[in-house]
């Protein structure tokens, strides 16, 4: 019998939500307040190597989802990432001369992370309208 | 650079999806070679005129200000 292959996309589409759903489960265990105090050294690591290393599937998967598009999407992907680049780099070196300047709080590393999957969502909407 | 894709597409009675499937790539893709938004790379250039039995040169063409 003839082995029936996986539509790439179905089969993409299938590792997005599975690395998303064990990214979001590490995220869960990890958020505790053992990684906070002074606990057993033994288990602050694993709770940092289960937190990166469930992170990591993700980012192996949206690499892989833009190589798998065509040279004008990869354009696109490009031009947004350069974007949510220059913008982050610019609010994060902003806020943290406002920071020590006294006039906000530190600025969350998390947030710049987030900050940066943002405007690279937004770039990916706005860019494709110049090619029009 | 200009082309003549959007001429020889409608000689072929091709929509830009037909195109894009036929070449490998996306409808926005095909818009905006079309329109002179996004110049191909050469093995993209290279399908496309095989495609339609033409040469590159055929088919795209530098201009001036390129």
Redesign the interface.
């Known amino acids: 019998m003839a082995e029936q292959k996986l539509d790439p996309n179905v089969r993409l589409l299938g590792q997005v939500a599975v690395t998303t759903i064990l990214w979001a489960g590490t995220f869960v265990a990890t958020k505790t307040d053992t990684l906070g105090h002074p606990g057993s050294l033994a288990m602050r690591v694993a709770l940092v190597a289960i937190g990166v290393g469930g992170f990591l599937p993700v980012v192996f998967v949206y690499a892989k989802s833009i190589r798998m598009q065509d040279e004008f999407n990869q354009r696109i992907h490009y031009i947004a990432l350069s974007i949510a680049f220059a913008v982050t780099a610019v609010v994060s070196y902003a806020s943290d001369l406002l920071y020590q300047a006294g006039f906000i709080p530190p600025f969350p590393t998390i947030g710049t992370w987030a900050l940066m999957v943002a405007i690279w969502f937004v770039a990916m909407i706005v860019t494709p309208r110049f090619y029009r | 650079m200009k082309n003549r894709l959007r001429v020889l597409r409608a000689e072929f009675n091709w929509s830009q999806m037909e195109l894009g499937l036929r070449v490998?790539?996306?409808r926005?893709?095909i818009?905006?070679?079309e329109?002179g938004?996004?110049d191909?790379?050469l093995p993209?250039a290279m399908k496309l005129a095989r495609l339609f039995g033409k040469s590159v040169e055929e088919v795209f063409e530098l201009e001036e200000t390129d």
């Open positions: 490998g790539v996306s926005q893709a818009n905006a070679i329109t938004k996004y191909p790379s993209l």
